[in-house]
């Protein structure tokens, strides 16, 4: 893909943006655009000359970040000036000084050897540290200057786009009331994506990459890749009913109550999907959960050394397979709905996978942007889902995303999307 070209205009900022990003250098980094459009930052990318010709209003900004590799701190006057006039006015500058060949600790869609390094420390920052430092930023904006709107530092919800023409007026009665309760919904967001995997188990053999795109501020679905062992990744994607905090707490019940192996005295056992699916369901059955809370799960074993992918699914999306040369191919596994029939069975079916064949596993928020069930022909996947069909997967994602962000959508159509995609390699 295409890397963000640094911007030679010199037109001043009328609009608020999250991040000014300062550089010498022809093109924007693409692991730090992935992560802006991830993180659903709007942004500006400026060339360093031109710092004092567009004389930055820093009401319109969140934060500044200044990529200064290469550039001699101690002899650069222009990057001394940019400084101390951010400083002047006690303005959030993140400052990139250095990449370090080490493994990236981050979230991110592709692994990556590149991180960076603040000019007053000598620790090295992955991708996962620079997003919390231009989250610390923006939330002190907001603290220290009431006069502007400064975006949550989370992922944009579908439902808070969709409604942000519509901001409710501080000074009625309820605005206060409302204010606070967006607040503590934006936090429990926050907490929720505590429990989603904070790296990706990226190697030789597989690449992994996800979109997760909550319809609220909190999320109905839930995921999880994890490595169990030298030779297993277990995998799944959950789907609590419905998109409020009732279905996102559930996600968190399902992230504790969904087990992958048991430990026996100085041995483990590794549950096939099917156990791991059946486990789940005996558990949330077992809760007597109150009011109809039910919800659909696809699990998925792939042994590393082999290629086989074990999975076993309680009434979700079928994953698809992408496979060069051939079309997409559904893989199907019976299976009834989680919480609701105690004795509910759950079967578990296998697939050799090859090289280059990549794997998406989704909500069924993201079936729009993949396919739909037709009552009289059946599934059809969209037609632009079928233009992706021989790209890489971290092409597939990024191009899902992009396409999640900018459709229209119905508020009584509005539904969490997520998609985890892997390749083989």
Aim: aromatic share 8%.
């Amino acid at each position: 893909m295409s890397t963000t070209q640094v911007a030679g205009t010199t037109e001043a900022l009328e609009d608020f943006v999250d991040v000014v990003y300062l550089s010498d250098k022809p093109e924007m980094p693409p692991e730090i655009r992935r992560l802006f459009r991830q993180k659903r930052l709007s942004f500006r990318v400026l060339p360093l000359d031109k710092y004092a010709e567009i004389r930055i209003r820093t009401d319109l900004v969140g934060t500044v970040v200044i990529d200064a590799e290469g550039i001699d701190l101690a002899e650069d006057q222009r990057l001394g000036r940019i400084l101390e006039s951010l400083e002047r006015e006690n303005f959030g500058t993140i400052l990139l000084t250095q990449r370090v060949r080490r493994p990236v600790r981050s979230f991110s869609v592709v692994p990556s050897e590149s991180s960076f390094s603040m000019a007053s420390s000598i620790e090295s920052f992955s991708l996962e540290d620079l997003w919390a430092q231009i989250s610390v930023n923006l939330a002190r904006r907001k603290h220290h200057n009431s006069g502007i709107t400064v975006k949550p530092a989370t992922l944009t919800s579908v439902t808070e786009r969709m409604w942000k023409s519509k901001p409710v007026d501080p000074s009625a009665p309820e605005g206060g009331f409302v204010d606070g309760l967006k607040e503590q919904l934006r936090l429990a967001g926050l907490v929720q994506r505590d429990f989603l995997p904070s790296n990706l188990p990226n190697g030789n053999e597989v690449r992994w990459a996800v979109l997760f795109q909550p319809a609220e501020w909190v999320s109905g679905d839930i995921y999880d890749v994890a490595r169990i062992d030298e030779q297993h990744i277990g995998f799944y994607v959950a789907d609590a009913v419905g998109h409020s905090m009732p279905a996102a707490l559930l996600t968190i019940f399902i992230k504790q109550a969904l087990v992958m192996r048991e430990t026996i005295e100085n041995s483990y056992r590794i549950f096939p999907p099917a156990e791991v699916v059946k486990n789940l369901n005996l558990r949330m059955t077992g809760q007597k959960l109150s009011g109809y809370q039910f919800a659909t799960c696809c699990y998925c074993l792939l042994n590393l050394k082999t290629l086989q992918l074990t999975f076993a699914r309680a009434g979700h999306p079928y994953p698809i397979l992408l496979r060069a040369g051939e079309p997409p191919q559904k893989l199907e596994a019976r299976g009834s709905l989680l919480g609701v029939f105690e004795n509910a069975d759950f079967l578990q079916e296998s697939v050799q996978l090859e090289s280059g064949d990549r794997l998406l596993l989704y909500s069924d928020g993201a079936e729009p942007l993949i396919g739909r069930l037709h009552d009289k022909t059946g599934f059809h996947f969209t037609e632009e889902f079928l233009a992706l069909q021989d790209a890489p997967i971290t092409e597939i994602i990024d191009r899902l995303t992009e396409t999640a962000n900018h459709r229209q959508i119905d508020p009584a159509e509005v539904d969490d999307v997520t998609v985890v995609g892997l390749q083989v390699s």
